[in-house]
């Protein structure tokens, strides 16, 4: 079984940055596909970021240049370093990965970007 505990959450200002964690238990982290979505009130649940084993990454569209993912294999931890924090960013954020048992989700952490 494998559970993910996500952690950095909380109220920033705009312009403001934020580092949120995903930390995995068992075995299969290494192994497996890990991203972050999230999900703003009344809205379908987006993907943010994606990183590979091999540490390739991708990012919508409405975060390039903004936020960073990466992962600590032998932390069994990933991260998603976020600069520049805008309003619209405003949700749950959940860690994602797809590990070679089935795919896993965190209980979300919640993002919140006002003045």
């Known amino acids: 079984q494998v559970q993910l505990v996500e952690s950095g959450g909380g109220l920033v200002q705009p312009g403001g940055s934020l580092r949120l964690s995903c930390a995995a238990s068992g075995s299969f982290f290494s192994r497996s596909l890990a991203g972050w979505y999230r999900q703003a009130p009344g809205a379908q649940r987006e993907l943010v970021a994606t990183i590979t084993r091999g540490d390739t990454t991708t990012l919508a569209d409405s975060v390039k240049g903004r936020f960073t993912i990466s992962r600590d294999n032998a932390e069994n931890t990933m991260y998603l370093q976020m600069n520049s924090l805008r309003p619209e960013d405003t949700a749950v954020y959940y860690c994602?990965?797809?590990?070679?048992?089935?795919?896993?989700w965190g209980q979300g952490t919640q993002v919140t970007v006002s003045s």
């Open positions: 994602n990965i797809r590990a070679p048992v089935g795919t896993y």
